[in-house]
Antibody, heavy 124, light 107 residues
Framework: QVQLQESGPGLVKPSQTLSLTCTVS??????????WSWIRQPAGKGLEWIGR???????NYNPSLKSRVTISVDTSKNQFSLKLSSVTAADTAVYYC????????????????WGQGTLVTVSS | EIVLTQSPDFQSVTPKEKVTITCRAS??????LHWYQQKPDQSPKLLIK???QSISGVPSRFSGSGSGTDFTLTINSLEAEDAATYYC?????????FGGGTKVEIK
């Protein structure tokens, strides 16, 4: 059974960089069959896709965050990571990592496995 | 960016009633529409993929329909455990987007 687990600081100061890691267990991040995404959810609000990475290191980002986001992968540790720079209170949210199967001929698919989420609060 | 508009925002329903949630896309997305259930303090769970395809382990009372711009999630014979917020999600084009959610409360 595949499991994803987010980890990282729960409190980040304004203007600093938010850094989170997602550790994948029960399957190899290098399999080439999946994309790995970050998604966030402010308290009481909806879901926002941040970006994704493929095993090769190829990335796609949400244009609304693109200038501040970097997603990377470490296949040796079976992990992928999120960095969000110049954070403000508006970046306070629960951050999820999620997996989506890669299918031939389509831009993307559904998110079939999610981490439990980690709350990141931006405050001084 | 494709905008997904869900309705209603909130629905209070009696057990065994039928629930219908709609999701409208701002442009045609074919069948690239998926539904998730999120219970309080939990991560979203995939219910339906590609508008109408069932997911292993999901109760058969959950079904989906639609294509193009208009989609529907139906919960037949609602059970108490179905109290949750339901989201639609499009994977037709970047950036991937979600609907605003529909909260289903049990009366």
């Amino acid at each position: 059974q595949v499991q994803l687990q987010e980890s990282g600081p729960g409190l980040v100061k304004p203007s600093q960089t938010l850094s989170l890691t997602c550790t994948v267990s029960g399957g190899s991040i290098s399999s080439g069959s999946y994309y790995w995404s970050w998604i966030r959810q402010p308290a009481g609000k909806g879901l926002e896709w941040i970006g994704r990475i493929y095993t090769s290191g190829s990335t796609n980002y949400n244009p609304s965050l693109k200038s501040r986001v970097t997603i990377s992968v470490d296949t040796s540790k079976n992990q992928f990571s999120l960095k969000l720079s110049s954070v403000t209170a508006a970046d306070t949210a629960v951050y999820y990592c999620a997996r989506s199967p890669r299918e031939r001929g389509v831009v993307a698919t559904y998110f079939d496995y999610w981490g439990q989420g980690t709350l990141v609060t931006v405050s001084s | 960016e494709i905008v997904l508009t869900q309705s209603p925002d909130f629905q209070s329903v009696t057990p065994k009633e039928k629930v219908t949630i709609t999701c409208r896309a701002s442009q045609s997305i074919g069948s690239s529409l998926h539904w998730y259930q999120q219970k309080p303090d939990q991560s979203p769970k995939l219910l339906i993929k590609y508008a109408s395809q069932s997911i292993s382990g999901v109760p058969s009372r959950f079904s989906g329909s639609g294509s193009g711009t208009d989609f529907t999630l139906t919960i037949n014979s609602l059970e108490a455990e179905d109290a949750a917020t339901y989201y639609c999600h499009q994977s037709s084009s970047l950036p991937f987007t979600f609907g605003g959610g529909t909260k289903v409360e049990i009366k």
